[in-house]
């Protein structure tokens, strides 16, 4: 349609999967060396809520309001790919990690928010079932948790 | 008896359930009137939606069980029968809105199930696009710069629409003379189709529009967001909001490379783009539902009026949600081209200061059909009317579709896929569209095309557990009835044959469906049981068409005897006023 931009599209597709990234480097979304940091094993293999807030070295959460879902869907298209996208309104905000509770293992990504850096992240989780899912931010040095139900449903009985 | 003495006579036989002898009332002509009222206002905007193709009149018989749970509960568009006529009649809009009042009472047979067949003979059939064409017209003549909007679900649910790639409701929408669309059904012809009705078709013509679709790579808007249509020397912004569920509802792999969803953050920072554009009015298309749309309403601020579908209520007056900075009008226009809404604005200083707002039945015996658009409609059917005019057999009892949890319709649909798959449980989808057929009228392929007229039509059998069975029905419950709108799909619950169930509606997920019986005897979660359905979504599927089947059926059958509904036992919905006998 003619409000697809079809010529980025075509550039995009055109350059390598190389290139993307170091575009990406350029423009400051991903520093050089965040796709080397460390495994944080605790935390990625922790089942619950409390388990990765302690796997990230917290001791105890709060509920928070401050969080704009942006796009985030309340019933997902395809459960296989679930667009997910948070913005923290909390001041001092060091990090955004996104968790669905009813995944094996809850924890989907951390991002850490640089000082300055505007706190809006986006990405895409897998969900198996409906599930509540946490925005968890650490600002401060305190976590706070702000949660939204995403349903996966078998689909088809609309309309 | 004068005329108002005989209208008042007949309002009270429709309040009463009751009607005249037939002929008295037509000789009365019981319509007369209610297409002469006084234009109000210098915006004009006139809106159908959910047409679902019926090019010719029909029956459409209104639910009479519509429940509202939550804060849904009460409130329009959840209430039938006799509650919804009383909730309007006693509402001094109505009288406010220009209806004469004798006359709004007498509309109770375009808005409720009241005694539909006997009530249907009387006033006769309804819609019809060279019926609906006529009162475009006159209305349009009365306001002049009025705009037409088509609310979606247009090019789906017939013979003609599905074996003419919906060509047969492009060109009569063009004819028509709509000015904006959005859309829901359309999708199921697939994005490739929509982009080029879009493009070729409808260029310079219709403006199709979606705040809410992108895609999926880059998030690029497929369609523009809104149109800005000066009137009357007023810029009036129409914002399109389509089915925010069509991936999920209907088959995702048709619309593969692209996202929906409600998107209500892109909504006001649409709107707000619009009214720095110079939008004195701005107007929302929606295919959201009504209570999406209402509950939209009080999130997102600067929209004058949501004029909605999808659900397919007939709500005569609008809901007025009041928001951060104002009040958002919520129309709900029906389906099947029964209805017309007509929202007169004015506009003074920019702003929308006062409203006239009426849901016009569009009764065809009372409207003239346009010739135009009679000869467009039998060139289209021309080529298989013979086909579609097969008589298959005949129905002793009313045939409907609508309601939550079952139709007459759905029942012979179910009970055809019991008998002729041997199946032990069947399922039919809880779709919306679908048209009515009175006692001793012949069934023809018309009609059963008018249940069954999908790109993904086909019958499916499975063996599933009677675990997968209760998840199933639990995840269709929980898109009718979970208490947040947002998280509600606008269809109603799955049609279920052969086995009994309870429903506790106010329940969450996983606790509303129980005692679940075959014959008698409790539904075991580890047993299989053959299920017959239709209309898969995933890709690849394969079966033979549903027609066929409920055609080979009926033709079999000659006579349909009056069938008995296969309904749940309900659980805390007693005094709910969505459900009436």
């Not at chain 1, 599930?131 to 702000?146: E, F, M, P, R, T």
């Not at chain 2, 004015?346 to 006239?356: A, P």
Request: hydrophobic content about 40%; overall charge neutral; aromatic content about 8%.
């Amino acid at each position: 349609m003619h409000q697809v931009d079809h010529a980025r599209r075509e550039a995009l597709k055109q350059g390598s999967a190389t290139a993307i990234f170091g575009l990406f480097v350029a423009a400051g979304l991903v520093r050089p060396g965040t796709a080397h940091a460390a495994w944080n094993q605790a935390a990625f293999s922790a089942k619950t809520v409390d388990a990765v807030v302690k796997g990230l070295g917290g001791a105890s959460t709060a509920p928070t309001k401050d969080v704009n879902w942006g796009s985030t869907p309340e019933i997902a298209e395809n459960g296989a790919v679930v667009p997910v996208s948070v913005t923290s309104n909390v001041p001092k905000t060091e990090s955004i990690s996104i968790l669905v509770e009813k995944n094996p293992n809850a924890l989907a990504a951390t991002f850490t928010i640089p000082a300055g850096t505007d706190p809006t992240v986006s990405t895409r989780v897998k969900m198996g079932e409906t599930s509540q899912v946490h925005a968890l931010i650490k600002a401060d040095g305190k976590y706070l948790v702000a949660t939204r139900e995403i349903k996966v449903t078998l689909g088809g009985c609309g309309g | 008896m004068n005329r108002r003495e005989f209208l008042n006579v007949l309002a009270a036989a429709v309040a009463g359930g009751l009607y005249l002898d037939g002929k008295e009332a037509a000789a009365a002509n019981p319509a007369a009137g209610l297409y002469d009222f006084k234009v109000f206002g210098n915006v004009h905007l006139l809106h159908f939606t959910d047409c679902h193709a019926q090019l010719l009149p029909v029956y459409f018989r209104e639910p009479n069980v519509n429940l509202g749970i939550g804060e849904a509960l009460g409130r329009p568009p959840h209430l039938v029968g006799q509650a919804l006529l009383q909730h309007f009649r006693m509402d001094p809009r109505a009288a406010r809105a220009g209806y004469p009042r004798d006359l709004a009472r007498n509309l109770g047979h375009a808005f409720t199930h009241l005694d539909f067949a006997r009530a249907a003979r009387l006033y006769g059939k309804t819609g019809g696009f060279a019926h609906l064409a006529t009162l475009v017209k006159k209305l349009r003549a009365e306001r002049p710069g009025a705009l037409l909007l088509d609310g979606g679900d247009t090019w789906q649910g017939s013979a003609t629409s599905l074996w003419s790639n919906g060509q047969d409701m492009v060109d009569a929408c063009k004819l028509l003379g709509v000015d904006v669309m959005t859309g829901h059904w359309e999708f199921t012809f697939g994005a490739k189709r929509v982009e080029e009705v879009v493009q070729k078709d409808f260029k310079g013509k219709v403006d199709f529009v979606a705040q809410n679709i992108k895609t999926a790579d880059f998030g690029d808007p497929v369609f523009p967001a809104y149109v800005i249509r000066e009137m009357n020397g007023v810029p009036v912004a129409i914002i399109g909001q389509a089915f925010p569920y069509t991936p999920i509802a209907n088959p995702r792999h048709l619309v593969a490379d692209w996202n929906f969803g409600i998107q209500d953050q892109n909504m006001q920072k649409t709107v707000d783009e619009a009214r720095a554009k110079g939008a004195a009015a701005v107007i929302v298309l929606s295919h959201n539902g009504m209570d999406v749309d209402i509950k939209m309403a009080a999130r997102v601020t600067g929209i004058d009026a949501i004029m909605g579908g999808h659900t397919h209520d007939g709500v005569p007056q609008p809901v007025i949600v009041r928001n951060g900075t104002g009040q958002t009008l919520v129309t709900n226009a029906g389906s099947n081209a029964k209805f017309l809404g007509v929202l007169d604005l004015e506009v003074r200083e920019r702003r929308v200061v006062d409203f006239r707002y009426k849901l016009l039945p569009v009764f065809s015996n009372y409207l003239a059909a346009d010739a135009e658009m009679q000869a467009l409609i039998d060139r289209v059917r021309a080529p298989h009317k013979a086909k579609l005019d097969e008589k298959l057999a005949i129905t002793e009892g009313l045939l409907y579709r609508r309601g939550n949890f079952n139709g007459t319709l759905d029942q012979v649909i179910l009970d055809a896929l019991l008998e002729v798959k041997g199946a032990d449980i069947a399922f039919s989808p809880g779709f919306r569209w679908g048209t009515s057929i009175l006692p001793g009228q012949a069934i023809t392929l018309d009609h059963v095309m008018d249940q069954t007229a999908i790109t993904y039509p086909h019958v499916t059998l499975n063996e599933f557990t009677g675990e997968q069975i209760k998840t199933i029905l639990e995840d269709v419950g929980d898109n009718l009835f979970n208490p947040d709108p947002y998280y509600q799909q606008g269809g109603d619950m799955v049609r279920v044959g052969g086995m009994s169930y309870t429903c506790d509606p106010n329940a969450k997920m996983g606790a509303r469906i129980s005692d679940m019986r075959l014959a008698g005897r409790p539904i075991e979660a580890d047993r299989k049981y053959k299920v017959a359905g239709w209309a898969p979504v995933a890709e690849g599927a394969k079966g033979e068409p549903i027609w066929d089947l409920v055609a080979g059926y009926l033709r079999a059958k000659k006579v349909i005897k009056p069938v008995t509904l296969n309904l749940p036992r309900l659980k805390g919905m007693e005094g709910n006023p969505g459900i009436a006998r």
